[in-house]
């Protein structure tokens, strides 16, 4: 376990923001283009924390890679949180954390062995399969300038056909009320609309995002702006990408003409 003190100083106080709600004190690392550390925000909400917001800027200045970040987690990942010392990473496991230590009851994350089962199930689901796809599809496009692997499409569509089969009989992706299951993989799957692929066609699952989208009252603020973020660092991926690949016919035209 990784502990640190807490020295607002060397932080910076102009890079947080708190927001109080109760007696507790929780440090939350976090960017708000990542869609994991939106769930663990949601849940903060939820909960109604109080929290020491610290925004980092992955994108642009690798605020992840610094030093300090680094010693406190050595994934240097977000979300992040430090409660009175405890260092805790990984978003599902900072789900369940935060509700097994704060929550009022276990309505988010229930203690009763089956249904907290079908809460798990659905938190493997998506880092396993639903998530994992996310990434295995859009990562290479976004990175690397792929086209898109149509073997890694259909494991993202066959992820979003399992999603809305659950979602079929169920209310919530764990039964009949909102845990902190759906908190992640409504992060998850409102991601898509940062790189404008339409979930609209699954229409189990575009009920329930516009159910959840209407009944958490903080799903702009811990939403929106975070895929608004996404949504302008993947388009100035795809122009870099154009330009880079423009570059390149020219240089082949150049070289070509000379032979």
């Not at 609309?193 to 339409?198: N, P």
């Amino acid at each position: 376990m990784f502990r640190r003190k807490r020295n607002k100083n060397k932080i910076g106080m102009d890079s947080r923001k708190k927001m109080s709600f109760s007696s507790c004190s929780v440090e939350f690392i976090y960017m708000a283009a990542s869609p994991p550390c939106r769930a663990v925000w949601m849940c903060i909400k939820e909960l109604g924390i109080d929290v020491d917001m610290r925004h980092i800027d992955m994108y642009k200045k690798a605020e992840h890679t610094q030093p300090w970040f680094v010693k406190l987690n050595p994934q240097h990942t977000v979300p992040t949180i430090n409660d009175d010392g405890f260092i805790l990473w990984e978003s599902r496991a900072i789900l369940g954390y935060l509700v097994n230590k704060y929550g009022k009851d276990d309505r988010l994350y229930p203690t009763e062995p089956q249904k907290r089962a079908l809460v798990d199930r659905m938190l493997y689901f998506d880092i396993g399969t639903l998530y994992k796809s996310m990434v295995d599809y859009f990562q290479p496009i976004l990175y690397m300038g792929s086209s898109g692997d149509p073997q890694k499409a259909n494991q993202l569509k066959s992820s979003l056909d399992y999603l809305d089969q659950y979602l079929e009989i169920e209310e919530y992706v764990a039964g009949d009320n909102l845990t902190i299951a759906d908190l992640a993989i409504l992060a998850t799957v409102t991601h898509l609309e940062g790189v404008e692929w339409s979930y609209k066609s699954y229409e189990n699952i575009f009920r329930w995002v516009t159910k959840l989208k209407t009944e958490l009252p903080y799903y702009n603020e811990c939403n929106q702006g975070g895929i608004n973020m996404f949504k302008d660092w993947v388009k100035l991926r795809r122009e870099q990408a154009a330009a880079t690949a423009a570059e390149e016919a020219a240089k082949s035209v150049r070289k070509n003409s000379r032979t």
